[in-house]
């Protein structure tokens, strides 16, 4: 969600999403679709396209039942920002 001052949340325990490429303490990387799909049903939000869902990794990973894995990322800036961040070998 996005609060009133323009602050991404995650939607599910409300902290601070912060995603952008080169943003210190990233924790909202971008998964293949069929597992955010499955992220999305495991908290009961209706999957859209076009209307924002945020959620944080703690939160993906809950809703995946494991940590997030780099074959789970979509290669795109931010999951690589992401990656970098979570492992030290990359």
């Not at 597992?35 to 495991?42: A, D, F, P, S, T």
């Not at 940590?67 to 290669?75: A, E, G, N």
Request: contains cysteine; positive net charge; hydrophobic residues 30%.
């Amino acid at each position: 969600m996005i609060t009133k001052d323009n602050k991404f949340v995650c939607d599910i325990c409300k902290v601070p999403v912060h995603f952008f490429p080169g943003e210190k303490g990233m924790n909202s990387p971008m998964l293949h679709t069929y597992l955010w799909k499955q992220c999305l049903k495991y908290y009961h939000i209706r999957y859209d396209e076009v209307s924002h869902q945020y959620l944080c990794d703690k939160c993906m990973e809950k809703a995946i039942g494991r940590p997030i894995q780099l074959k789970d990322l979509r290669l795109c800036p931010l999951s690589e920002d992401w990656a970098k961040e979570h492992y030290e070998h990359l």
